[in-house]
């Protein structure tokens, strides 16, 4: 047996134990969102810590942020000259509210159906521990790696990453590397394996629109001042046209336009349009003309309400004017949009067609640039050769709709590209009641990663 | 000294026992609203049967609905061919929160700086003791009444008179009379005698926007599908051009326009419109073009957003595209324009303009038809003569942007129009904190209803 075929049979051997231990990790309570659970994350990140060094890094270590710890590990190769893989994770959770629509405690991992049900097992725990297994299978068969590896494991992911940048920032030299490594993204279908290669940006504000002092009768005052609550829906009404085209003059300025060979491609991947608006329950698509959904999701912008309030919204009927409304409103960006140029165009726009009779006020929430992993880069064919070797099956290349700042700051601040070669599903339910992880993609996971290194330590010049 | 000398003089002598016994009124916690005070509104409705017989009425009863209940009372005259006086108000009130707000608890009296502080002072228990006193002023002054009188005091005005109207359908020999008198509105201004002529109707509705089953993310959905909230914010928006104009087809078609001789007297009324919006805190009035803001208020029908909401409104961002949105819209009716008429106005421009993509619906919540008082009819210049006569100055006639649906009825149901000679003021914090009533506009309205008894026994025809 070759000593690549040693660790895949000892992954393949030790199946029961990885999950038994991530089930330990899964245990403990990494809510970031919530302070009352910040020991917990601290646990989280010492209960890493610990684990890397019973795997065999040569490092590892909790350090303080001014938030939640990162957990830095290592594995320096004694040869010189090999190159550097540096790992990403996040080990903090969503919160799990509303907790009684889990059908399991979302502490306590349940396996049914061949999936791994608790709360952080698709994102980003399950995830990340496939990158440490994967090691852990290397030092155990051939006591070393192929390639000198980092990782660099975040517990702040889910509230916006504040302290990151800076970390990475601060510890260029420590984080130094070739490429880097994400599993935080999902397959396009079960059975589809996938690398990711383009990420949305994110332009998050909210609009905060202030009339009377206080609310008002709407009998005595109805028709004679301007209502926030309708000058805030003007405002967002006045952001697009209603063929979903964004008004804001500039916006669209810097959006690299799709390839042909990128449109190509899309169309030939297994999705039926009328299938998934059925599954979404929604009785067509809508959004900006001449796109397809996949190219809307994936490759261009949007300006989206992510909430609204004002007024009485009780049972019955209250006849309030109210003081104030407000809209929580954000925009996915896409290469190569800049989040703080598309604040500025939205907020000379919102000046422009405020309506009489109110204040409006434009509050920056958080911003994230939008990624695209260039296809020729050679750890993308080393990437897609391990998830093939770790699945069976050559993965297809897509992007996704979502955001994962860090990708743009590993770009900016590192100069290195990432492979995202999530494993997850796209009904997974990572911020939902009964979040789960499919069993069989965690193993080949761990089996992807693992030759990932190798495939790495081939394909990347020394 | 006059018999009406003797009912006025006895009036003032009596100012304290007059505020004492509005006290023990004030006191009982009818808030008809909140379920657990039934039995406080139903204990006050057996006081006020109580207090009717006390002064000396003839009859006085609480009569069940299926609802609060509704206390009738009566005084014949003994003579044949006197005209009937009706006299409507309601015992319940409105909720007290937020409590912390109040300077003093709001079922303790208080007096601070001649006002009485409690909630139901002014609206409406302070303003329909009035009438008590001063029917009690004339038995015990001169032994009888100027007319006949009866009374008719609701316990449920304040959760929308629900079960009023088929009350008077089914009691109309008993109600049956020759005009109605109704303290339950606001002078103009502290100092400004008013009788209001003319009220606003009402058609209360929720727009309820339907997306996709369950909140979705954002990054992985945005841009492909109707989002719910951005649907309601549009509809909001198209229902009104920015000048104010309500783009809903037929909606002004019964609209009566403001007479010449209206407009006139609203100008010479005192009102500093830049004074009113920086009490407000607004920058400046807004409105239907053509219009000033008492015309806005007094006399133009409005739409206007009550409540809006759908999606996250907590602290910081979160990504997710709601699955449905809503709005309260009321609109402010003015004669002759008609609640079902109007609802299926919107019902029909709503259909019409709904985005693709989502399910629209429109719910009914209640309506109440507009009011305008003959300003011709006999009852309007006695109103007139007895106000002067409580107050030693002439009233003022004005509108309100208000509603009264039972002064629709009135007219539709026993075919009499309604005298409104309330005594509040614009600022007395009705639905609010801290309601009070002016004791010098309560005293003056106890002489004002006694005069009134004596001005329609001379002005009606037997």
Request: hydrophobic share 40%.
């Amino acid at each position: 047996m070759s000593e690549n075929g040693a660790v895949m049979s000892l992954i393949d051997l030790e199946r029961d134990r990885h999950v038994e231990e991530l089930g330990q990790l899964l245990r403990i309570r990494s809510i970031s969102a919530l302070s009352e659970h910040r020991e917990d994350v601290r646990a989280c990140a010492q209960w890493l810590r610990d684990h890397m060094f019973s795997i065999g890094l040569q490092k590892a270590e909790v350090r303080d942020t001014s938030g939640h710890p990162i957990v830095y590990g290592e594995w320096a190769h004694p040869e010189p000259g090999r190159p550097t893989v540096l790992v990403y994770g996040h080990y903090d959770v969503q919160p799990v509210d509303p907790v009684e629509l889990w059908h399991s405690p979302p502490f306590e991992p349940h396996v049914r159906d061949g999936r791994l049900y608790a709360r952080g097992s698709a994102d980003d725990k399950g995830q990340l521990f496939m990158h440490l297994k994967a090691v852990e299978a290397h030092l155990k068969a051939r006591g070393e790696l192929p390639v000198r590896v980092k990782f660099l494991l975040e517990g702040e992911e889910e509230t916006g990453s504040e302290h990151l940048d800076a970390f990475i920032e601060e510890h260029k030299e420590l984080l130094a590397c070739d490429v880097a490594v994400i599993s935080d993204t999902s397959w396009f279908a079960q059975g589809v394996p996938s690398i990711t290669y383009g990420l949305r940006g994110m332009a998050y504000l909210q609009l905060d629109v202030y009339g009377p002092s206080s609310d008002l009768h709407s009998g005595s005052f109805g028709g004679s001042i301007m209502n926030p609550a309708e000058a805030v829906a003007r405002l967002i009404a006045g952001l697009k046209d209603n063929r979903g085209h964004i008004l804001v003059p500039g916006f669209y300025d810097r959006v690299l336009p799709l390839s042909e060979r990128e449109r190509v491609e899309f169309r030939q991947l297994p999705f039926d349009e009328q299938e998934h608006m059925r599954s979404l329950s929604v009785p067509e698509g809508y959004g900006e003309e001449g796109y397809t959904t996949l190219e809307r999701v994936w490759a261009r912008p949007t300006l989206e309400v992510n909430g609204i309030w004002g007024g009485f919204s009780g049972e019955g009927s209250k006849t309030v004017l109210p003081a104030e409304a407000h809209a929580k409103i954000s925009c996915r960006l896409v290469p190569d949009q800049d989040p703080d140029e598309v604040y500025g165009f939205i907020e000379s726009y919102v000046r422009r067609i405020s309506p009489p009779g109110v204040r409006v006020e434009v509050r920056r929430m958080h911003g994230g640039r939008p990624a695209l992993v260039p296809l020729d880069h050679p750890a993308m064919d080393a990437a897609s050769r391990a998830v093939e070797r770790g699945f069976g099956k050559a993965p297809v290349f897509i992007r996704a709709g979502g955001s994962i700042p860090v990708v743009a700051s590993f770009a900016e601040l590192l100069g290195v590209p990432t492979v995202l070669m999530g494993v997850g599903l796209p009904d997974e339910n990572a911020h939902a009641p009964n979040e789960w992880l499919l069993l069989e993609n965690y193993h080949g996971g761990i089996r992807s990663a693992a030759a990932l290194l190798e495939e790495l330590g081939r394909a990347l010049p020394a």
